[in-house]
């Protein structure tokens, strides 16, 4: 099965945070193929440059990836675009997307703590 992580899950699991993951996030990432939307890449980067990162986001994927073998989803981005023109909930371009990634490849489950994701997304697992 493939989920999807949201930014904020992959700040925690950079930091050795497992301890702030919801019990049914940590249960659903065993045996999963993990994935990020290139947008969260994006939104790490930004972080990375407000200084709320001390690591550049290649880095922390290239981390990730050897951890807990994360990768970076390479599903379609105009399919990804198209279904995030429909995620009228929110004004955040980074939810948008993240929302839409899991939304067009098959309805995939995303491990959020936002509660705006969990209100909007019936597939967000927290």
Partial sequence: MTV????QIVVWLCQNRIDRLAPAAVGAMENADLLISPMVLLELEYLYEIKRLLLPPLALLNQLETQIA??????????????????????????????AQARSNGYAPLISCDAKIRENYSKTIW
């Fill in 4 to 7: 999807y992580l949201d930014t």
């Fill in 70 to 99: 994360l990768k970076q989803c390479d599903h379609g981005f105009p399919a990804t675009i198209h279904t995030a023109l429909f995620e009228t909930w929110t004004r955040d371009p980074f939810d948008r997307v993240i929302v």
